[in-house]
């Protein structure tokens, strides 16, 4: 863990590895890593991102990719690794593929309304694939999946505040806790 004064703005984009990648930070209850965007898609800011599995020693828990190339109908693991504080752009883009994700600790983000109501203290991954008023997007729950996929979660979050069901895609605002750092 990272001690002492920060010395960018956790929103700050870097076109380099300036802040040591895989770094962590905590403030105020919140845990934060400095990482690469290893993907071709731009991460959304306040979304939910993926850790890209690697067998390569010093790339693991610093690239992340967009969720949204993360089929979860068939995906056997999924890897969250946070919520990106501002958008990332895309592995060698010149406005900087270099950022900072909370991976730890309570957040607000708006999340896809879903046609069944999410209970309190649900685990959920999320995705960015939704418009940008849901960020987030719909959160996917092990337990309200097909007995048939399979699927393991061993990160994500937990549901803060109940979500009632709707028949419309709407955007709501839930609290949750980011549980990511492992």
Known sequence: MLTGLLRVPLSQLNTNDGQVIGSLTEIKAKTYRYIKNAGSTALIARASCMEMLTSVEGGMKTRVISGDGINTTTAFIGLPAGMPMSAIGPSGSD???????????????????????????????????????????????RTADSATTAKLYSRGVI????????????????????????
């Open 95 to 141: 406005t900087g593929a270099f950022g900072w994700i909370q991976c730890k600790g309570p957040a607000k983000v708006s999340i896809h309304q879903m046609a069944t109501a999410i209970a309190v203290g649900s685990f959920a991954i999320g995705t960015s694939a939704l418009p940008a008023s849901q960020p987030f997007g719909k959160a996917y729950i």
């Open 159 to 182: 549901i803060m505040q109940a979500i009632a069901s709707t028949g419309a895609a709407t955007a709501v605002s839930c609290l949750v806790d980011i549980q990511c750092l492992s």
